[in-house]
């Protein structure tokens, strides 16, 4: 029912910096839905696994991987129904497809991802 997209990815040269967002649909009868939910940011590299890559949850911690700690920093609007992820200080190994996640009344969804490309 939740509908999920991911924009903002691209090509950026190392140092460079990058924010995505992750657009929400359906949530009507899902209000608030990035706030009043656990939602998250995975990427995938690749040849590598899906990984974690930041967390935000509804009393408003946030948490994240301990390689992009510093750089990136998880948000989110809950007016728009929209989640952001800022890339600050982009490196090569970033390189991956990125997609938001959220749970909502014990079911998850996802968005189909955007391609982030770093460059050396």
């Known amino acids: 029912q939740v509908q999920l997209v991911e924009s903002g990815g691209g090509l950026v040269q190392a140092g460079g910096s990058l924010r995505l967002s992750c657009g929400a649909s359906?949530?009507?009868?899902?209000?608030?839905?990035?706030?009043?939910?656990?939602a998250k940011w995975y990427r995938q590299a690749p040849g590598k696994q899906r990984e974690w890559v930041a967390l935000?949850?509804?009393?408003?911690?946030?948490n994240y991987r301990e390689s992009v700690k510093g750089r990136f920093t998880i948000s989110a609007d809950s007016t728009s129904n929209t989640m952001y992820l800022q890339m600050n200080n982009l490196k090569p190994e970033d390189t991956a497809i990125y997609y938001c996640?959220?749970?909502?009344?014990?079911?998850?969804?996802w968005g189909p991802g955007t391609q982030v490309s770093v460059s050396s």
């Open positions: 996640n959220v749970e909502v009344n014990m079911k998850t969804y």
């Open positions: 359906g949530t009507a009868s899902s209000p608030n839905v990035f706030t009043a939910n656990t």
């Open positions: 935000m949850t509804p009393h408003g911690p946030t």
